[in-house]
């Protein structure tokens, strides 16, 4: 893989390819490219690990799992998501094309499923914070608030049934799906003015009113 991309990429001194598994189980390994100028990740991906893992998320199965890069935890829908977003380049076996026919339609069950695993924890998350605010432990306040808005944003993909790959960015996405929270990024940047201005009560109160809102559109027919 080291000479495959060797005279390809932008800078050869600076290549990197890792051995499977050095990033993780779930990130498993690979390569942080330039190529034309262009930043280029290479992941490496097991097909019997990622079918499996497609099997149980049509089943109704997730899991979460500690990732360094992913503050909110890699769920192993992710897998699923990206082959059901990615674009083949190269699939002379089939074999990818016949692990996204199963991504399509999202399955019911992987959208009750994830509901149910972060609907509960936004007010768990805002609770604990609520907690925290009278120690004064600021950092756990911030990063309680940062888990509720991540599960906001695991729930709202879920409802619309879309997958979510990556945190990076899923709250924005999601404010323009069409299952959503009424100025949910306006509301999202109030919260962290607030934690910033160190206003926690009104931050806190803010999260409250996106979680009761959230858990309204949630049980909509």
């Known amino acids: 893989m080291r000479a495959a991309v060797t005279g390809l990429v932008d800078d050869s001194a600076a290549v990197n390819v890792t051995p499977v598994g050095e990033w993780g189980p779930w990130i498993v390994g690979g ?6 100028g262009r930043k280029v990740d290479l992941l490496y991906r097991s097909i019997e690990q990622v079918t499996a893992v497609i099997d149980a998320c049509r089943n109704g199965e997730i899991s979460m799992h500690y990732q360094p890069g992913h503050p909110h935890g890699f769920c192993s829908a992710i897998w699923m998501g990206e082959i059901a977003l990615c674009r083949v380049l190269h699939d002379p076996g089939g074999l990818v094309a016949a692990m996204k026919a199963r991504t399509a339609p ?11 695993r972060f609907q509960w924890e936004i007010l768990f998350a805002i609770e604990n914070a609520e907690l925290a605010v009278p120690r004064g432990d600021t950092t756990h306040v911030a990063g309680c608030a940062y ?8 729930v709202l993909f879920a409802l619309n049934g879309q997958y979510l790959i990556n945190e990076k960015g899923a709250l924005a996405q999601a404010a323009n799906f069409p299952v959503t929270v009424r100025d949910l990024a306006a509301r999202v940047a109030e919260v962290w003015l607030r934690i910033g201005a160190a206003d926690y009560a009104a931050a ?3 999260l409250r009113m996106l979680e009761s809102e959230l858990r309204d559109k949630s049980a909509e027919p």
């Open 31 to 36: 390569a942080w490219l330039a190529v034309g």
């Open 106 to 116: 999202y399955a019911p069950a992987l959208r009750d499923a994830l509901v149910r």
């Open 147 to 154: 888990r509720a808005l991540a599960c906001v944003a695991q």
């Open 204 to 206: 806190l109160q803010a």
